[in-house]
């Protein structure tokens, strides 16, 4: 079983659009994140919600909008995107309850915006 | 600030060679720091957290307030070391990683 599962793995579209990406995780987490890692590999943090209540957002454009609707999942939906959205998109989960506690990743959404 | 800084961007070694890769913090609190590894193509794995003081892989990792340093050293590389490494820090609900250090071992 996936711990964290995001769907699509790939994503081609054009500029203007709006596109959503959807995060999963079973580990019973309370927090989740979004990282946008872009072409050289730069993992910068996006969001972060703990209990379905949005505690972190790191200056992203409000085209980019986060929604949890339920702690198990945190769906990113992206509107008019533009050339310089294209990345690799990493969903986390984490469980913020006790100290040191590693985070999950989901498998990437690569995103190429034409 | 909080930050994490890996100052080097490629590191590249022969087999059979020791490595080090090089992670600072600045963090006023008691840190939380961890080692991320990504193999090509892959998603991001735990690989060392610094509660554990643990070897995975022939990794390890020693935490060094006075340096603000976190650096991760393997005394013989593998070249199934090869892969991206990510120092991060932990905080609050917060998670940040530093730029990230590609390994490439070399036969």
């Known amino acids: 079983d996936t711990a964290v599962s995001q769907t699509p793995k790939y994503l081609v579209t054009q500029m203007g659009n709006d596109k959503s990406i959807k995060c999963e995780q079973n580990?019973?987490?309370?927090?989740m994140y979004w990282y946008k890692q872009d072409s050289k590999k730069f993992l910068k943090i996006m969001f972060s919600?703990?209990?379905?209540?949005?505690?972190i957002n790191e200056t992203v454009p409000n085209r980019f909008s986060p929604k949890s609707p339920d702690k198990a999942h945190l769906n990113l939906h992206i509107n008019s995107l533009e050339l310089g959205d294209s990345a690799v998109y990493f969903c986390?989960?984490?469980?913020?309850?006790?100290?040191?506690?590693?985070?999950?990743f989901g498998q990437g959404t690569r995103l190429t915006v034409v | 600030a909080q930050r994490v800084t890996q100052p080097e961007k490629l590191l590249s070694v022969f087999k059979g060679a020791p490595v080090e890769l090089k992670c600072n913090y600045s963090?006023?609190?008691?840190?939380?720091l961890f080692w991320y590894v990504q193999y090509s193509r892959q998603r991001l794995q735990l690989l060392l957290r610094?509660?554990s003081r643990e070897s995975i892989k022939g990794f390890t990792a020693d935490l060094n307030k006075g340096e603000t340093s976190f650096h991760l050293k393997k005394p013989f590389a593998q070249e199934e070391d090869s892969a991206m490494y990510y120092c991060?820090?932990?905080?609050?609900?917060?998670?940040?990683f530093g730029a990230g250090t590609i390994l490439r071992v070399k036969s």
């Open positions: 963090y006023s609190g008691s840190p939380e």
């Open positions: 580990l019973g987490h309370d927090t």
């Open positions: 991060a820090l932990g905080y609050g609900n917060k998670l940040v």
């Open positions: 610094h509660i």
């Open positions: 919600y703990n209990n379905k209540e949005l505690i």
């Open positions: 986390a989960s984490r469980l913020r309850g006790g100290m040191n506690t590693e985070a999950f």
